[in-house]
Nanobody
Framework: QVQLVESGGGLVQAGGSLRLSCAASGSIFSINSMGWYRQAPGNERELVAAITGGGSTNYANSVKGRFTISRDNTKNTVYLQMNNLKPEDTAVYYC???????????????WGKGTLVTVPS
């Protein structure tokens, strides 16, 4: 059983900052990439940022220069520092981890339940 639990969402004024955290727990052998996705009302879920086990990062164009993803492999935790937030960043943010439960099985996608970020216009 693997769980990903997000925290850190909330209401913030435009131009403000938030830091999201996501901790993975359970019978984890290793975690490949971890990432953050978001889904706004009426929209599909989209990738915001991802980070590999080695620290390589990938960002959506809309957040480059404003958001920073990082991870602590000792804690199986991924973070998303969000600066200069805009109303269009309003969405439910989901944590994703590509997790191996054993060295003999391929990694699988696991998801958190999401945390709401609201930036009023």
């Amino acid at each position: 059983q693997v769980q990903l639990v997000e925290s850190g969402g909330g209401l913030v004024q435009a131009g403000g900052s938030l830091r999201l955290s996501c901790a993975a727990s359970g019978s984890i052998f290793s975690i490949n990439s971890m990432g953050w996705y978001r889904q706004a009302p009426g929209n599909e879920r989209e990738l915001v940022a991802a980070i590999t086990g080695g620290g390589s990062t990938n960002y959506a164009n809309s957040v480059k220069g404003r958001f920073t993803i990082s991870r602590d492999n000792t804690k199986n935790t991924v973070y998303l520092q969000m600066n200069n937030l805009k109303p269009e960043d309003t969405a439910v943010y989901y944590c994703n981890g590509k997790i191996m439960l054993s060295p003999f099985r391929n990694g699988m996608d696991y998801w958190g339940k999401g945390t709401l970020v609201t930036v009023p216009s």
